[in-house]
């Protein structure tokens, strides 16, 4: 946009539509306005929920509208938030829907429409690239995608410090460890992070944020905050004591695994307990061997209640919903079977499946159990192997409440 003569001049065609996809909180939003800071240009913003209406028709004049505007003010960046509200794949004709696919084709007839030496370029965000009619992405449209990812390390390290300016921080905070521990966390998900510690640190009484109000306000966002007051039976403390100590003890003797950072029988949000992990540096591929060994860690809760309790219970739930996601994701995504072979199983409709024949089907289903039997089978036989250790995990817990990492790894010297 500063310099179009320079690619006109080559032959190149300046491309009309950029597509922005990531999760929400990425800030897709920031970088669209980051471009046109950049460029120098005005910044045209509409959200895609905007242009839906109650009334026929409304929501192809507004697409008209805002090209009107554009073509007035080029050149120019035109930003299209949620662009999956009026780009989803058009379907039948009838009532909301046509009222969408009228909205789109208006889309699709103004972006075709102008010409490249306007030099408008239309950006658009979405989470959801999936839902996106495919005639939005031809050649001349949104031909270019850009991920935007969850930031990195570094990436986290920089918007902790940004959004840390306006706020009142102790001597002792370490962004670079609070980085450390928030892989994963968007922009947004960081800033609130921040915000949470404020408030956690005026409702203490210090003088300013410490670094132990940001470990919590992580804690609040991703476990809950801590209820002390909650009415716990001794019988259901135990449980979640050998509960915890399970996965903690199973992912010690797992190499690929994380280590421990803190075990708690305080209850969290919904959890009687939990188990934290240290999170490495994030990392692009998973190896087979690391998702297999995260499934025993996850099945380490209930080896442990059947083992020492000889009863299970429900609190396992959200590790066996985990862990079988991780097994189907393994059979159908990842091609990481060996009955299935090499072969990717992923459909848009449930009934595409079929394509690949009941066997195949049936196999999925088949493997999936397996997975999750061998990886239980492990996580008994490594509890039964190291029942000593279990047992003083969990009861340093029932006397504790709570094991640091430090704590934690002494049982194993
Ligand atoms: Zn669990």
């Not at 429409?113 to 050649?139: H, Q, Y």
């Not at 403390?237 to 994380?258: D, F, I």
């Not at 449930?350 to 049936?362: D, K, M, P, R, T």
């Amino acid at each position: 946009m500063k310099k179009p003569d320079e690619y006109i001049k080559m032959g190149a065609k300046i491309p009309k539509g950029i597509l922005l996809y990531g999760k929400p909180g990425t800030g897709k939003t920031l970088i669209a306005k980051a471009i046109a800071g950049e460029a120098g240009v005005p910044f045209i913003s509409m959200s895609g929920s905007e242009f839906i209406e109650m009334f026929a028709g409304l929501g192809a004049s507004r697409v008209r509208k805002l090209f009107e505007k554009a073509k007035k003010m080029a050149p120019c960046i035109v930003f299209i938030d949620e662009i999956d509200a009026i780009g989803s794949r058009r379907t039948s004709n009838s009532g909301a829907e046509s009222e969408n696919n009228q909205t789109l084709n208006q889309l699709l007839v103004e972006m075709d429409g102008f010409e490249t030496s306007e030099t408008i370029i239309v950006l658009a965000a979405t989470n959801r690239p999936e839902m996106l009619d495919k005639a939005l992405l031809r050649p001349g449209r949104f031909d270019r995608q850009i991920t935007i990812p969850a930031p990195d390390l570094n990436g986290r390290v920089e918007i902790l410090k940004l959004h840390s300016k306006d706020k009142k921080l102790a001597e002792d905070v370490n962004l670079k460890e609070i980085a450390g521990d928030t892989a994963g966390f968007t922009g947004a998900e960081l800033s609130n992070v921040l915000n949470e510690a404020a408030i956690l640190a005026t409702k203490e009484r210090h003088d300013a944020i410490q670094n132990i109000d940001i470990e919590n306000a992580v804690r609040k966002i991703t476990v809950g905050l801590e209820k002390h007051n909650r009415v716990v039976s001794d019988k259901d403390k135990k449980l979640t004591a050998y509960h915890e100590a399970g996965h903690a003890v199973v992912s010690r003797y797992l190499s690929t695994q994380n280590d421990v950072k803190e075990v708690s029988i305080i209850p969290r949000g919904l959890a009687g307990g939990y188990t934290m992990y240290r999170t490495n540096e994030d990392k692009f591929y998973v190896s087979r061997t690391e998702l297999l060994e995260k499934m025993v860690a996850l099945m380490g809760g209930r080896a442990a209640e059947k083992l020492v309790l000889n009863e299970i219970s429900t609190g396992a739930s959200n590790d066996l919903e985990v862990a079988t996601g991780i097994a189907r994701d393994m059979l159908t995504i990842y091609g990481m079977s060996d009955s299935l072979g090499p072969v990717s199983l992923k459909v848009d409709e449930a009934y595409e499946l079929q394509l690949f024949g009941e066997e195949v089907v049936n196999e999925v289903g088949n493997q999936i159990r397996l997975l999750i039997e061998n990886a239980y089978v492990t996580a008994q036989k490594l509890l039964s192997e190291h029942r000593d250790i279990l047992d003083n995990v969990a009861n340093t817990l029932l006397e504790k409440e709570k094991i640091t990492s430090e704590e934690f790894e002494k049982f194993f010297n």
